[in-house]
């Protein structure tokens, strides 16, 4: 959805330089009906070509059917990167990662957050990869960055009028038919069921028994399809920032704009305000804008969409709230630039213009995992509900549900993703009591579908979306010891 991707920076994709082949993966016969072929592929692991991530990274493709149904059929280059682990006699794997997003490149998200897993590169190799429709993995494009920037100044996220409504759906079918354009191929193949399947040929080409895994925000909706399809193939599995698993569409908007509203009603206390009147004060501030956008600098105004973009964005976490406030002063005199930078960070749009593929992979990967496809009057139909829960970001939510996925060009999966995993071992689920995009009860959710004896949940006390690298001790000891020593720690285990 619109607000669910975990945003992340990094550098350039990978490439195949000339370098020593590893040992054959572990599997070298056809397994999961993966001819051996693939499943016996090596892997060529080389320097990346691209944005050099920095000292101990390799770069390598490995090849996956574009439609895993026709396992023998046409193939799909998927792009990874490691670091190999650095105590070679301790040893214990390969450890996966998935940032997020949909959407997000793990080729250039891992080497930028590499310092937050140390202590895990000791004994783990760490690998993370472009999922299919990613960046470097047949990343999917579906506007040019002027259509991107017209769209952007243009469509109102939260139509008031007849016209702005008929504006909104139209640049969303449009949307779509950009993507059926210039990345049709790969549309019907990108969905989380076909990155799970990828995940568990790579735990073969790389050589592992069983697939050690950390995933972030959408990551942890990965991980748990993951354990449904695979459950005898879990290893030691973290899930931090937990997707809602039993949420459709709609459930998953709901979920958000409690989540933000609640984030929002922190971040207000924290400046001294009632929330109440603070909530209100930010209203009357967007309508405003609305009737009369805001200046910003070279030539670009502050639209009611990208002021919610940019106090969404800043709700992530409470370091960000500093900026926020200062934002919203700038804003109230009638500068927008400093809330319009905000939203240009989320949004992925860099100072020359230029944005990055992330949001386009994300609204594929997500409707194509999406059957539910509610209508405009669906949509108008929750609005009220959506208001009642945030009178800030209830409309632009709501509206949501139905623009996201309007007129896609290929049918969704399901109506929520499938993650029950009896057999398997201990998951560890994560969750924090004011993430804004995922909230708490999304890792409770988890628990519960995952089955028992299987999920077993970790919460951090904390106001940031995703426990891990928040510089509590507990939360990193706790999420160290289980992946580096096989600690289970007792269900319900809390970290202030």
């Given at each position: 959805?619109?607000?669910?991707?975990?945003?992340?920076?990094?550098?350039?994709?990978?490439?195949?330089?000339?370098?020593?082949?590893?040992?054959?993966?572990?599997?070298?016969?056809?397994?999961?009906?993966?001819?051996?072929?693939?499943t016996g592929q090596r892997l060529d692991w080389g320097t990346c070509e691209t944005g050099a991530p920095g000292e101990g990274w390799e770069?390598?493709?490995?090849?996956?059917?574009?439609?895993?149904?026709?396992?023998?059929?046409?193939?799909?280059?998927?792009?990874?990167?490691?670091?190999?682990?650095?105590?070679?006699?301790?040893?214990?794997?390969?450890?996966?990662?998935?940032?997020?997003?949909?959407?997000?490149?793990?080729?250039?998200?891992?080497?930028?957050?590499?310092?937050?897993?140390?202590?895990?590169?000791?004994?783990?190799?760490?690998?993370?990869?472009?999922?299919?429709?990613?960046?470097?993995?047949?990343?999917?494009?579906?506007?040019?960055?002027?259509?991107?920037?017209?769209?952007?100044?243009?469509?109102?996220?939260?139509?008031?009028?007849?016209?702005?409504?008929?504006?909104?759906?139209?640049?969303?079918?449009?949307?779509g038919a950009g993507c059926e354009r210039r990345s049709g191929k790969v549309l019907p193949h990108i969905g989380t069921s076909d990155a799970?399947?990828?995940?568990?040929?790579?735990?073969?080409?790389?050589?592992?028994?069983?697939?050690?895994?950390?995933?972030?925000?959408?990551?942890?909706?990965?991980?748990?399809?993951?354990?449904?399809?695979?459950?005898?193939?879990?290893?030691?599995?973290?899930?931090?920032?937990?997707?809602?698993?039993?949420?459709?569409?709609?459930?998953?908007?709901?979920?958000?704009?409690?989540?933000?509203?609640?984030?929002?009603?922190?971040?207000?206390?924290?400046?001294?305000?009632?929330?109440?009147?603070?909530?209100?004060?930010?209203?009357?501030?967007?309508?405003?804008?609305?009737?009369?956008?805001?200046?910003?600098?070279?030539?670009?105004?502050?639209?009611?969409?990208?002021?919610?973009?940019?106090?969404l964005a800043s709700l992530y976490s409470e370091q960000s709230w500093s900026s926020l406030t200062a934002a919203l002063d700038d804003a109230?005199?009638?500068?927008?630039?400093?809330?319009?930078?905000?939203?240009?960070?989320?949004?992925?749009?860099?100072?020359?213009?230029?944005?990055?593929?992330?949001?386009?992979?994300?609204?594929?990967?997500?409707?194509?995992?999406?059957?539910?496809?509610?209508?405009?009057?669906?949509?108008?139909?929750?609005?009220?509900?959506?208001?009642?829960?945030?009178?800030?970001?209830?409309?632009?939510?709501?509206?949501?549900?139905?623009?996201?996925?309007?007129?896609?060009?290929?049918?969704?999966?399901?109506?929520?993703?499938?993650?029950?995993?009896?057999?398997?071992?201990?998951?560890?689920?994560?969750?924090?009591?004011?993430?804004?995009?995922?909230?708490?009860?999304?890792?409770?959710?988890?628990?519960?579908?995952?089955?028992?004896?299987?999920?077993?949940?970790?919460?951090?006390?904390?106001?940031?979306?995703?426990?891990?690298?928040?510089?509590?001790?507990?939360?990193?000891?706790?999420?160290?010891?289980?992946?580096?020593?096989?600690?289970?720690?007792?269900?319900?285990?809390?970290?202030?």
């Amino acid at each position: 959805m619109l607000a669910g991707a975990l945003l992340i920076t990094g550098c350039g994709g990978p490439g195949r330089g000339a370098a020593e082949k590893e040992p054959g993966p572990a599997d070298s016969g056809a397994a999961g009906g993966l001819p051996a072929s693939l499943t016996g592929q090596r892997l060529d692991w080389g320097t990346c070509e691209t944005g050099a991530p920095g000292e101990g990274w390799e770069c390598a493709t490995m090849k996956a059917p574009l439609d895993h149904a026709k396992p023998d059929g046409e193939t799909i280059d998927l792009a990874l990167i490691r670091r190999q682990a650095t105590d070679r006699d301790g040893r214990i794997g390969s450890l996966l990662f998935n940032f997020g997003g949909p959407g997000g490149s793990g080729v250039s998200g891992l080497p930028a957050m590499a310092s937050l897993f140390t202590n895990l590169n000791s004994r783990y190799d760490l690998v993370s990869f472009d999922p299919r429709g990613v960046a470097a993995s047949s990343g999917v494009r579906c506007r040019s960055d002027q259509e991107l920037e017209a769209a952007g100044a243009e469509v109102d996220l939260t139509p008031d009028t007849a016209a702005e409504e008929k504006a909104y759906f139209a640049d969303a079918a449009d949307f779509g038919a950009g993507c059926e354009r210039r990345s049709g191929k790969v549309l019907p193949h990108i969905g989380t069921s076909d990155a799970a399947r990828d995940l568990d040929l790579m735990r073969q080409v790389l050589g592992d028994d069983k697939l050690h895994y950390f995933g972030f925000s959408y990551g942890t909706e990965l991980g748990g399809t993951y354990a449904h399809l695979f459950p005898e193939n879990v290893g030691r599995v973290v899930l931090d920032g937990v997707v809602d698993p039993s949420a459709d569409s709609v459930g998953h908007a709901r979920n958000q704009t409690t989540g933000f509203q609640r984030a929002l009603e922190n971040y207000l206390r924290s400046t001294g305000a009632d929330p109440k009147q603070g909530t209100r004060s930010l209203v009357g501030l967007l309508k405003r804008i609305d009737a009369e956008p805001l200046p910003a600098g070279d030539g670009r105004e502050l639209t009611e969409s990208l002021a919610l973009t940019g106090i969404l964005a800043s709700l992530y976490s409470e370091q960000s709230w500093s900026s926020l406030t200062a934002a919203l002063d700038d804003a109230r005199a009638g500068r927008g630039g400093k809330l319009l930078a905000l939203a240009d960070q989320y949004n992925d749009r860099d100072a020359s213009g230029s944005y990055g593929t992330q949001s386009h992979a994300q609204r594929a990967i997500s409707c194509a995992d999406a059957k539910r496809r509610p209508t405009a009057a669906q949509a108008r139909a929750v609005l009220p509900e959506f208001r009642r829960i945030s009178p800030v970001f209830g409309a632009f939510l709501g509206w949501d549900v139905a623009g996201w996925c309007h007129a896609w060009p290929v049918p969704g999966a399901h109506d929520t993703p499938e993650v029950s995993a009896p057999g398997a071992d201990p998951i560890l689920v994560v969750g924090t009591t004011g993430d804004s995009a995922t909230p708490i009860e999304g890792a409770e959710r988890m628990v519960e579908e995952l089955g028992p004896g299987v999920g077993v949940q970790l919460t951090y006390e904390g106001e940031r979306h995703t426990a891990y690298g928040a510089g509590n001790a507990c939360v990193t000891s706790t999420v160290d010891a289980y992946l580096l020593d096989g600690t289970v720690p007792e269900h319900g285990k809390t970290c202030a």
